[in-house]
């Protein structure tokens, strides 16, 4: 284990797009602007080693592996040590092309000239936040906050989307703190399991509850304080308050998306300013690494609705990234992880600080267990991945990568 002194540094840039037409991948186009969108940066490093995540208030990404290389070539950080986390805000416009055999919504050519905005963006604050590192010591919290619930309801005989107050949840609220030696805080990771669709339906862009958890630890900590939202096994979890379908009435909605998104947001928020402030066992020392591994598997293809689109081809790529910060692993997949297959990852890993982030560098579509395609639950119909393969090749490549980071027989 090494015992060389960890340094952070963090950054925030905005990436509110300047016009809307054609950037809302739900529904009719945007008509204002609620709140800022940001690109948020957190470089750590060793003195030998340095990895970068950056979270995104975006509903999604696309392929990365363009834009992981050229952070390495502008910025000196290798591709395999960054890990992009949208958000997955719904209202919140997608960046990227679609990954050949993942299921997503097609880019529109607005879409894809602020994919090239936001790439710009994303080099940037990674690039600010690699010139701001100084040296940290980093601490992990955990706290159940009740704002999620299962959303794989079965009604009228089959599965689909709906509210599950008592279906399998996880309701863990993982704290990353990096402190300064003067006691500033740097920077806070949070890790949450849930959707941020409280304000889908209210046309304006919004970073929903996730940026509102985020703009309250911000608030609260003050300084330079950046807070970073990585999604965790959100695949069937939705905010236990959320607009759900419109009515005729859009000022009344409005009004309550944006009550429920302001206290869902502060519940997370203030919990995890707790954490930070709580924190006792802080750790300065190392080693920090990075891996990424894409796995190649049989691909199933799955009902295409308009506006969506899926490739024809044999084999799906499914990304997995592992970044280490001493006894920190933050496992990054591709994809929507359901919380079965996140809770089998974070039993598996030798790190007991864990953490499963979702639709990391890529997203190609839902991640079930291998059982849920036989009852055809919503998430398994959006898994472009054969039965029998996801679960298994998410738990052993992340335990592989994790056993890897740390010098341990995965077996």
């Not at 002194?5 to 529904?27: D, K, S």
């Not at 290798?78 to 919504?105: C, F, I």
């Not at 905010?239 to 759900?244: I, Q």
């Not at 996801?390 to 994790?402: F, H, K, M, S």
Request: net charge negative.
């Amino acid at each position: 284990m090494s015992t060389r002194q960890l340094t952070a540094g963090a950054a925030r840039v905005e990436i509110t797009p300047a016009a809307l037409a054609g950037l809302n991948p739900f529904g009719p186009d945007f008509l204002s602007v609620h709140d800022p969108l940001h690109a948020r940066a957190l470089v750590v490093g060793d003195g030998d080693t340095r990895v970068a995540l950056v979270a995104l208030d975006l509903v999604e990404v696309g392929d990365t592996t363009q834009l992981r290389d050229r952070i390495a070539d502008e910025v000196g950080i290798p591709a395999d040590r960054v890990m992009l986390a949208p958000s997955h805000a719904h209202n919140a416009p997608r960046v990227g092309l679609v990954p050949p055999g993942g299921k997503a919504r097609i880019p529109t050519p607005e879409s894809l000239d602020y994919t090239a905005y936001v790439d710009d963006r994303v080099v940037e604050v990674v690039r600010q936040a690699a010139d701001a590192t100084r040296p940290v010591r980093m601490g992990v919290a955990r706290e159940s906050v009740d704002v999620n619930e299962c959303r794989e309801a079965y009604i009228g005989g089959r599965w689909t989307l709906g509210h599950v107050p008592d279906g399998v949840s996880d309701k863990t609220l993982s704290t990353v703190a990096f402190v300064a030696e003067d006691g500033t805080v740097v920077a806070v990771v949070l890790n949450y399991a849930v959707h941020s669709t409280v304000m889908l339906g209210v046309r304006e862009v919004s970073a929903d509850l996730a940026g509102a958890a985020c703009a309250h630890v911000e608030r609260e900590l003050g300084g330079p304080t950046v807070a970073l939202w990585t999604a965790g096994s959100l695949g069937d979890q939705a905010p236990k308050f959320e607009l759900g379908a419109p009515s005729d009435d859009p000022e009344r909605d409005r009004s309550y998306a944006l009550a429920a998104m302001a206290a869902q947001g502060f519940m997370l928020g203030a919990a995890a300013v707790r954490g930070v402030r709580e924190q006792r066992h802080l750790t300065a020392a190392g080693p920090v690494t990075g891996a990424v591994r894409v796995i190649p598997c049989p691909a199933r293809r799955l009902e295409v609705p308009p506006g969506m689109e899926q490739a024809d081809v044999d084999t799906v790529d499914l990304t997995l990234t592992c970044l280490t910060i001493g006894p920190l692993a933050l496992a990054g997949v591709s994809g929507e992880v359901t919380v079965p297959v996140g809770r089998a990852v974070l039993d598996a890993s030798p790190l007991a600080a864990t953490l499963l982030v979702s639709i990391a560098n890529a997203r190609i579509g839902y991640l079930p267990t291998d059982e849920s395609y036989d009852r055809r639950t919503q998430a398994a119909e959006g898994c472009p991945i054969a039965q029998g393969f996801a679960q298994r090749t998410i738990v052993d490549g992340l335990t592989e990568l994790v056993s890897a980071a740390v010098g341990v027989d995965p077996a």
